[in-house]
């Protein structure tokens, strides 16, 4: 920055201008982000621009910056990695680095920043920020810029979104691409276990996190594996023991594989590393266990692929949010980042989290572990208490309750099978059996119960087999069987006999909305039938995610990840004519959340959903638009397009009709085909989402329901606590009675929430698609 140096031009104009950068680790989901920023700036009326190559990019400047159009980010919900380019940069790590990214970005003219990476990156922004003023000084002083020039540039606007495969940032639950790293091993490791049984063999995988034990927790947790290793919480100086221990007693019920997950950082108390060989070698010992071992170290395969479905919504909703971040701050706004908390996007200082983030690194080379659990979020130290309580079976006796405490609980899955049911069984049945309750099967829903009751081996009653359960964690559907009949059908009095038959102390139901009806049936038959004075709670679990009580059922995680796939290759398929559009039904009942959150996902043209509504008038504006689109496109587009209609937004209006109506109207211009999942959607294996939040979910029901205690029907009869729904709400997990939920959270006619949390990501996948606000006609 010679000040001999004539001062350079900046491209000045009224409109704001942002700029959009990845770093640090690739993610999958980062190009979401981008596309999702480009697309809202664009909308808002701000100008977008891309940095290439990370920091890279705007240290060099030139050609790395680049203004995008509404058309450049056109599929890239669909491509891994990230599509501008990442780089560790050292320049950075210098003022004269910084100084010259700043030069950068006034040249252009932009005034404010999106940044999209892990802790470094991260920090590498809020240093920038923070000098920001002293390098706009040093180009004035220099002569870079003039103090004219320089005058709108005062103040630098910077954004963080987290992306990183690690989810090792302090203050989110998720980091966008974690979901997809996750399963990514999960997939492998279920791989894996299939090998391992056949040959009974002990296998040790070895994922990333250096710092972060996120990856080898949740897998652990999913795939129900025997022992885990991770940097925040090393486990007692005799682990040896403990891990042989564990693994010996599986192997004693009847385990045929072994599977150990070891973080890349796994360490002891005393800080040394634990490699995956030394785990080897421990199970292989002939003196001791002398299992067949094998090591699998998944490495970069964790990285790699397309975002899943969750991704790629926390990388829109994150991107939209970080636009309107860019747009609402002022010079004394602190720097922020992007958060998402249980179900809640939320912003936070960006410093703080950087902080509490490298706090955990720092605590773990001091070997003050506690600290270390602590800093992580309420969800990592609940999995791993979840873990323990679910591998550790029997072993650890400390956990069982007294004799007298000690309850007989009731498994019934209602309606139809979504992912994550078996997992949050197993959970369920490992956690009663670590407290020393008595865990019992009722096999196909009520319709089973009431019509083959009887404990013989083909009863409807039936104990659980802890070595059969145990094989459930990553298995789809329902193993004990399920039934959509409400009790009210089977026979209340003969449900009511049957309780008291079996003398149950608590039920627990997993299921979806047939099941939230039931709850509520047995509820208001308790003045009947004093036998149902017992605690129930209900664990929601249906693909349509239509349960009042809870923004999140079990399985609609695992049919939003069939459903992005399935509309990823319809789209795909298209590329060689491209003038094609795809009419997809998506099953739901009447809510219409996977309807728009796959086209959320996947960058539909247009969702139509029961809520809203078809009407004529709405197809009309939808063909002209389809019109208007197909003759701009000058061949830029490499797929084709999507539309996604629920089974029952319309009664008229199917996914063959329209199609067929935009056939018609398109009078050759572009072709149409109708795709129908079907039952697709209820997925084969369920994500590791479902899987974990099962786990999760499942023993804080039967925690729910030991703390009532054995027959206490009185004091049941007049709790609201004792009929509950578990649901995740806003930012937490909650209780709700089932009376409240029946009178005040219900659209009993319709089958779900009256208030539906996502109806707003309508509007999102809207806008970001291109399509023109629909004004119905007066
Ligand atoms: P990952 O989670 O994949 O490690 P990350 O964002 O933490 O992602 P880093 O390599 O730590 O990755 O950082 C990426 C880039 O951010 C660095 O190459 C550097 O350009 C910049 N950066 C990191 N730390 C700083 C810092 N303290 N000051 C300035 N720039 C930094």
Redesign the pocket.
């Known amino acids: 920055f010679a000040s001999q140096t004539p001062p350079a031009t900046t491209k000045m104009a009224g409109k704001k201008k942002i700029a959009i950068m990845t770093?640090?680790?690739d993610s999958p989901g980062m190009n979401g982000v981008v596309r999702a920023c480009v697309r809202m700036a664009i909308h808002l009326g701000c100008e977008a621009y891309c940095v290439y190559e990370?920091?890279e990019g705007l240290v060099r400047g030139g050609n790395l910056i680049r203004r995008m159009q509404w058309l450049d980010v056109r599929g890239w919900l669909s491509e891994g990695g990230t599509l501008i380019g990442t780089?560790?940069?050292?320049a950075?790590?210098e003022r004269a680095g910084?100084l010259a990214a700043a030069k950068n970005l006034i040249a252009e003219g932009i005034d404010a920043l999106i940044i999209c990476?892990?802790?470094?990156?991260?920090?590498?922004a809020d240093?920038?920020r923070a000098e920001w003023p002293s390098l706009i000084q040093e180009l004035e002083d220099t002569g870079v810029y003039t103090a004219e020039q320089l005058a709108p540039y005062r103040h630098l606007n910077i954004v963080g979104l987290v992306g990183?495969i690690?989810n090792?940032l302090s203050g989110t639950d998720a980091t966008i691409g974690c979901y997809s790293a996750l399963a990514r091993v999960c997939y492998a490791v279920d791989l894996i276990e299939a090998t391992a049984s056949s040959h009974s063999r002990a296998f040790v995988v070895e994922v990333m996190g250096r710092h972060c034990g996120w990856l080898a927790l949740m897998a652990g947790v999913a795939t129900g594996a025997d022992f885990i290793f991770i940097p925040e919480k090393p486990r007692e100086d005799n682990w040896r023991e403990e891990m042989c221990g564990i693994v010996e007693h599986h192997r004693k019920l009847g385990k045929r594989k072994t599977i150990v997950i070891i973080a890349e950082g796994a360490l002891d108390r005393e800080g040394n590393k634990i490699s995956p060989e030394m785990v080897k070698d421990l199970l292989a010992d002939k003196n001791g266990l002398g299992l067949d071992t094998r090591i699998t170290t998944l490495g970069h395969v964790q990285r790699g692929g397309t975002a899943v479905a969750y991704d790629r919504m926390l990388a829109t909703l994150q991107g939209v949010e970080a636009v309107k971040a860019v747009l609402e701050a002022t010079p004394d706004t602190p720097t922020c980042v992007i958060t998402i908390n249980e179900n809640k996007i939320v912003r936070k200082g960006l410093m703080e989290a950087v902080q509490e983030t490298k706090m955990v690194a720092k605590a773990i080379e001091c070997q003050d572990f506690d600290r270390a659990m602590g800093l992580r979020d309420t969800e990592f130290s609940e999995q791993y208490r979840s873990f323990m309580m679910t591998t550790a079976v029997q072993v650890n006796h400390k956990m069982q309750v007294a004799e007298k405490d000690r309850m007989k609980i009731g498994f019934i899955n209602v309606g139809a099978p979504a992912g994550g049911m078996n997992a949050a069984v197993r959970a369920g049945v490992a956690y009663c059996l670590s407290r020393g309750h008595e865990p019992v099967a009722i096999y196909n829903g009520f319709a089973g119960f009431a019509r083959h009751h009887g404990d013989s081996p083909l009863g409807a009653v039936r104990p659980f087999d802890w070595l059969e359960v145990d094989g459930w964690a990553s298995k789809g559907g329902s193993e004990i069987g399920t039934n959509r009949e409400l009790p009210s059908e089977s026979g209340m009095e003969r449900i009511a006999d049957l309780i008291e038959h079996y003398k149950f102390d608590a039920l627990f139901l997993i299921g979806g909305f047939e099941a939230f009806h039931a709850v509520s049936q047995l509820r208001k038959a308790r003045d009947q039938y004093p036998s149902l004075c017992i605690p129930i709670t209900l664990l929601p679990a249906t693909i349509s995610n239509n349960v009042p009580g809870t923004e999140y059922s079990l399985g609609s995680d695992t049919c939003l990840n069939e459903l992005v796939e399935y509309c990823d290759k319809i789209k795909q398929s298209a590329s060689a004519t491209r003038r094609r559009v795809f009419v997809i039904e998506t099953q739901g009942g009447r809510s219409g959340y996977v309807a728009t959150l796959s086209g959320l996902g996947v960058g539909a043209t247009a969702v139509y959903t029961p809520e809203e509504g078809v009407s004529l008038d709405m197809l009309a504006a939808d063909v002209r638009h389809l019109k208007s689109v197909f003759a701009q496109d000058q061949g830029q587009s490499r797929a084709g397009r999507l539309i996604l209609i629920n089974e029952k937004a319309s009664k008229v209006y199917n996914a063959r009709l329209i199609a067929e109506i935009l056939r018609e109207e398109a009078h050759g211009r572009f072709e149409s085909r109708e795709g129908i999942p079907g039952h697709m959607q209820q997925g084969g294996v369920p994500s590791p989402m479902d899987r974990c939040r099962a786990v999760r979910l499942a023993i804080r029901c039967i925690q729910h329901l030991e703390q009532f205690g054995r027959n206490v029907h009185n004091k049941v009869k007049n709790d609201p606590m004792s009929a509950t729904v578990i649901g995740i709400k806003g930012a937490s997990v909650v209780f709700t009675p089932v009376t409240k939920v029946e009178e005040e959270e219900t659209d009993w006619p319709n089958r779900r929430p009256k208030a539906e949390f996502w109806l707003g990501m309508k509007d999102i996948g809207d806008i970001l698609g291109g399509r023109p606000k629909y004004h119905p006609p007066e």
Do not use: E, K, N
Not at 87 to 90: H, L, N, S, T, V
């Open positions: 770093s640090g680790g990370g920091y780089a560790r940069c050292m950075f790590f910084r990476g892990g802790d470094g990156s991260l920090t590498g240093r920038f990183s690690d090792d």
